[in-house]
């Protein structure tokens, strides 16, 4: 259960990242704590926005997805239920591979890096290996 | 194997500080007085120009009309707006020999140049478009370089006679927003990618940004639209 927790508090972090750079695109939190101002130049050039949708908003609908996942798997009727984890693990794979992608329109076209993209980046891989680890050992779980 | 009900009550406690904080900062961001961002590449709907088409000076019977595409953050348009724009107005607008059309083309790479435009903008609505237009302009230097534009930009509007609270709602609403991607996208039609980006009489002009050379543009269209 430890993966599923880490995991659940994992995914509130990086839901409360999203959150708050989604806030930004809106408009409602004036300029992001970034340091260098390279976040406003990434969350503000054309490539914040994915098939029409705001990156920042997928971030929050993902997380969101994720925390609800992890909390689902704590209870104790679904703790022994392998599907979850591996939904888990399949959710988190796609987003680390959406963060690879995102990492590359930072370094080579919009010169630009986000700390809290930075910092999302590492949220959904820790996601990605706990949910792994998870899968790994819930066969111990269910003979014991 | 199942977690303890001592240990699933320690992660929900942990979970619920950290959403209540979490919860917390957010609430903070959202309800601080004073802080604004207005978000870029919007989608411009019909009501947002309503006619507009930059910000005019000048005779409206003026002979040539130069429209400016602009960035508030471009260091060149600063030294521009700053050390060229008064000889030309002087020499050439406030005369009725030439009439300045200016609109915004923040560049996506300037983190606060919608911003500016926006304060601009709201500014226009009082009437003090000019005014904190020249202040903004000439503050580059100030608020480029902090991390937090808006109430520098706000400290301008109150120094140049500017009703704050109408301001605030201004710039809160975010009501601009759109009338400046029109601006933008007016721009790229024409082909502007750069800034500032001059088209006089409606073609492209490639010369010198300095006040003389405009004003030998200036005295050569309007020789041509005399004859």
Not at chain 1, 27 to 54: H, N, R
Not at chain 1, 91 to 111: D, Q, R
Request: hydrophobic fraction near 45%; aromatic fraction near 10%.
């Amino acid at each position: 259960m430890i993966y599923r927790m880490s995991a659940a508090l994992l995914s509130l972090a990086g839901l409360f990242i999203s959150a708050y750079l989604y806030l930004y695109k809106l408009g409602k939190i004036g300029s992001l704590a970034c340091g260098t101002g390279a976040c406003e130049t990434v969350q503000l050039s054309p490539w914040s926005s994915f098939a029409g949708v705001d990156v920042a908003l997928i971030g929050v609908l993902g997380y969101a997805g994720l925390l609800a996942l992890t909390l689902a798997a704590l209870q104790p009727g679904l703790a022994a239920r392998r599907w979850l984890p591996r939904l888990l693990a399949a959710l988190a794979g796609v987003g680390v591979l959406f963060t690879v992608y995102l990492t590359y329109l930072e370094l080579f076209v919009i010169h630009a890096i986000c700390r809290w993209c930075v910092a999302s980046g590492f949220v959904i891989l820790a996601i990605f290996i706990v949910a792994l680890l998870d899968l790994r050992r819930l066969p111990r779980d269910r003979t014991s | 194997m199942a977690a303890t009900q001592a240990g699933m009550k320690r992660f929900y406690s942990l979970f619920a500080v950290i959403a209540l904080a979490g919860l917390g900062v957010l609430g903070y961001l959202l309800t601080r007085p004073a802080t604004v961002s207005i978000p870029a590449n919007v989608t411009v709907q019909a009501s947002d120009t309503s006619g507009f088409k930059g910000y005019v000076k000048g005779s409206a019977t003026a002979p040539v009309e130069i429209t400016e595409y602009a960035d508030y953050q471009c260091p060149f348009c600063q030294t521009f707006a700053t050390l060229q724009m008064p000889t030309i107005e002087e020499r050439l607008i406030n005369t009725g020999r030439l009439r300045w059309r200016y609109r915004d083309f923040p560049l996506d790479q300037h983190p606060f140049a919608v911003l500016a435009a926006h304060s601009a903008a709201c500014a226009d609505e009082q009437g003090k478009y000019w005014d904190q237009h020249q202040r903004i302009y000439e503050g580059q230097g100030d608020w480029a370089a902090s991390g937090n534009a808006a109430p520098i930009f706000r400290k301008y509007a109150g120094a140049a006679g500017v009703d704050l609270g109408r301001y605030d709602a201004c710039m809160r609403a975010g009501k601009y927003a759109g009338r400046i991607q029109a601006d933008k996208n007016a721009g790229v039609a024409l082909g502007v990618s750069s800034t500032p980006t001059l088209m006089a009489n409606g073609r492209l002009y490639r010369g010198r940004f300095d006040s003389d050379a405009i004003t030998r543009l200036v005295d050569s269209l309007a020789r041509q639209s005399n004859k």
